[in-house]
């Protein structure tokens, strides 16, 4: 990796490809870093909103039942 492309990672430059994002963090060592962020069990918040989105009780379908035995 070039000088200019990892400059351009710092500054947080749009124009940057992923590789080169993903590039920089392995030349860092910081892969296992990456592995936790992309894992659901650390993700707090999005567990969180999970839970919100959950229905509050559980309410039974209205069906007709077959009580013809």
């Known amino acids: 990796m070039n000088h200019k492309t990892a400059a351009a990672v710092e500054a947080g430059s749009l124009l940057t490809g992923i590789g080169a994002y ?7 060592g910081l892969e296992r870093d990456l592995a936790k962020l992309i894992d659901p069990d650390y993700d707090q918040e999005g567990k969180q909103l999970e839970l919100a989105r959950t229905p ?11 009580v013809d035995f």
Do not use: G, M, N, Q
């Not at 993903?22 to 860092?28: G, N, S």
């Not at 509050?56 to 077959?66: N, T």
């Open 22 to 28: 993903i590039a920089l963090i392995w030349a860092l």
């Open 56 to 66: 509050k009780r559980a309410r039974a379908k209205k069906s007709s039942i077959d």
